[in-house]
């Protein structure tokens, strides 16, 4: 008797605890889903699907984008200068690369007297190298923050990978800008309305503007371009070996068809006069 008493006792607390819990989900999820990010737009790539490759014209003009106007912000931790030359990213030519890394200025090593500032206390810097990775906007977190009203801007270097519907996201998150927020959303002080963004009011500032580059090749500069070039770009830094691991299982495959040709051949052959 005690023991049926007590386990009838458990099972109500179970229920009641469980009950409360599902209820207290429930309204979390309601007040969510009024500012549930939008659903990305439909936009395609062309390294998408089995055989895509990165497009090397938006890769490198993709690069020009993240170089003025991101890298204000944003670092991009995993690249060096000399990855711009590698097969299968950008492919810049290596005296390319060289210019590109020239034109960055990096923190230097300490000098002979081991300072690391000059006499004003501006830290040392030089021009960088094929080996530099590209330099981080802020010295720390809290640099970083301090400079955006509080939030942090992410290292963008798997970013690509990193979020659900990655490219298309990042995409939709950069072209996003320019929508209305309804009557009854109150932007915060300090931040933007862009419904594809989770709550809906992001941090960054529209960082995009028509013509807000002047690319080399003549390509023009509209904002969905610029966005589609980083977009490609930062599919790369996320996946710098993409190419070769689709051309390896495209290999892979080739062999797999062939072997199984050969292998019932060889079996037709074995069992041909065996009744
Ligand atoms: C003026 C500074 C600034 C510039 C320039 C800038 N960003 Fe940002 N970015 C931020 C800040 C701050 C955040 C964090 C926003 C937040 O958490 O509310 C952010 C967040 C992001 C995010 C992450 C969103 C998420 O889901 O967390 C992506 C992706 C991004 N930026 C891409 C870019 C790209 C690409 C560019 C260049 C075209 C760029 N940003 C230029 C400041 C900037």
Not at 60 to 74: D, M, P, S, T
Not at 137 to 156: K, M, T, V
Not at 269 to 274: G, R
Request: hydrophobic fraction near 40%.
């Amino acid at each position: 008797m005690r023991l049926i008493n007590l386990s009838r006792n458990l099972a109500l607390g179970l229920g009641l605890s469980l009950g409360v819990g599902l209820l207290m989900s429930g309204s979390a999820l309601a007040a969510d889903s009024a500012t549930a990010r939008h659903h990305p737009k439909e936009v395609e790539f062309e390294f998408e699907g089995p055989f895509g490759t990165y497009d090397r014209g938006a890769l490198q003009r993709g690069y020009q984008v993240y170089k003025e106007v991101c890298a204000a912000c944003h670092s991009l931790q995993y690249i060096a200068f000399r990855n711009l030359a590698d097969k299968g990213g950008p492919e810049f030519s290596e005296a390319q690369a060289r210019a590109l890394a020239a034109a960055v200025r990096v923190p230097a090593e300490p000098n002979e007297q081991g300072e690391t500032v000059d006499e004003k206390g501006v830290p040392l810097t030089r021009p960088a190298v094929l080996s530099d990775k590209l330099p981080a906007p802020y010295p720390n977190e809290n640099a970083a923050r301090a400079n955006n009203g509080g939030s942090l801007p992410p290292d963008l270097s798997l970013m690509a990978k990193a979020r659900e519907d990655g490219v298309r996201y990042v995409y939709s998150l950069l072209t996003g800008y320019d929508e209305k927020a309804p009557a009854s959303f109150h932007v915060p002080a300090g931040k933007n309305y862009n419904p594809y963004f989770e709550g809906w009011a992001i941090g960054m500032p529209k960082p995009l503007n028509e013509n807000g580059v002047t690319y080399s090749d003549g390509t023009k500069a509209t904002v969905a371009q610029q966005a589609h070039d980083v977009v490609t770009f930062l599919a790369w830094t996320a996946e710098p070996k993409m190419e070769d691991r689709k051309r390896m299982g495209f290999g892979v495959l080739i062999f797999l068809v062939t072997l199984a040709g050969l292998l019932f051949a060889a079996y037709r052959k074995v069992w041909k006069d065996a009744h």
